[in-house]
């Protein structure tokens, strides 16, 4: 058998790279840049998730994911024209309100499963209604934890003013000022407490989602520079986004095993945030109009705000519900 010319192979090498280079999905992905407001989050994780199952590469794009020690420092990265989706907290609306330049697309998160009143093991603490008159560990003034103290306290039937406020800063300081019984409670969030719990450090009194059932946790913000000169990339990234949270909410297994390291828990507690978290996921992205309205009050109550703003001052549904 006579072997063929290399000079006669070269030209049929030639129409096959020809034709790989012009097959759909041969072009490189859309690069877009993603921030998460905190790093420990599992619902901003769905992002992590949706990366490493190739769900995002089924829409043509390549998120680069960036995490934050804040609502405020990441948007102060959307002013900075360094990311172009934003995950962050429903209250975070307000910067909209104040000249950062986002809009809310999509509702990824509801009630606030995500925050709970946590005290010692051994604390007399056993119930909400045993709080009354007691100092709460709270974040910073004005936060969500601020308000969802008040709001306990308010429910409970003793004003806001029923419950004793102290700011402590961040998770590190707010824990310290637990085991020092400098607090009799903190408002943690809910993965920290898991934690103290599993190490016999603290228990659970309640999550806050009795205190808020019509609530926006966590939204998707968007750079209002994308949505105007690039809304394809908004609609892609949103298709990808709650994709990979329908596949995360289908199999817990495969999702504790993935997220574990990037949330930096073992696998047992992870599975106890799971459990308590994934109910609160928004599979469609809608945003609730109550939901809408009780955050609208919370910032007069917070005093962020003197009247009520407009949807459209901080939110559009152009992109919603999305569809896969």
Request: proline share 6%.
């Amino acid at each position: 058998m006579s072997i063929p010319d290399r000079r006669s192979i070269r030209p049929v090498f030639l129409i096959v790279a020809l034709f790989i280079a012009s097959s759909p999905g041969a072009d490189a992905a859309d690069k877009i840049r993603v921030g998460k407001a905190v790093a420990t989050s599992f619902p901003m994780a769905i992002t992590d998730f949706g990366v490493a199952e190739g769900i995002f590469a089924r829409y043509g794009l390549a998120p680069e994911i960036t995490a934050f020690s804040g609502d405020a420092k990441l948007q102060q990265a959307f002013a900075a024209d360094s990311i172009d989706i934003g995950l962050g907290s429903g209250p975070a609306m307000a910067f909209a309100l104040k000249g950062s330049p986002v809009i809310v697309v999509a509702a990824f998160a509801g009630e606030p499963r995500t925050i709970s009143l946590t005290v010692l093991p051994d604390s007399p603490i056993r119930k909400p209604a045993d709080v009354k008159g007691k100092l709460i560990g709270i974040s910073t003034t004005g936060s969500l934890t601020e308000w969802l103290a008040k709001r306990l306290a308010v429910s409970e039937g003793w004003g806001p003013d029923g419950v004793r406020l102290a700011a402590l800063g961040a998770g590190a300081a707010m824990n310290g000022a637990l085991f020092t019984k400098d607090v009799d409670a903190i408002m943690t969030g809910t993965e920290n407490a898991l934690i103290l719990e599993d190490r016999g450090q603290a228990r659970i009194v309640t999550g806050m989602e009795p205190y808020a059932p019509d609530f926006l946790t966590h939204v998707v913000f968007a750079s209002t520079a994308l949505v105007e000169k690039n809304p394809d990339l908004v609609v892609r990234f949103l298709k990808g986004f709650f994709a990979a949270m329908v596949a995360a909410r289908a199999d817990k297994a495969r999702t504790v095993a993935l997220l574990a390291p990037v949330l930096n828990e073992s696998p047992s507690v992870l599975s106890k945030i799971y459990d308590r978290e994934e109910p609160m996921l928004i599979a469609d992205g809608r945003i609730d109009p109550k939901a809408v309205t009780v955050l609208k009050d919370s910032f007069i109550a917070m005093g962020m705000l003197t009247e009520r703003p407009s949807d459209d001052q901080m939110l559009t549904r152009r992109f919603l519900p999305v569809t896969r």
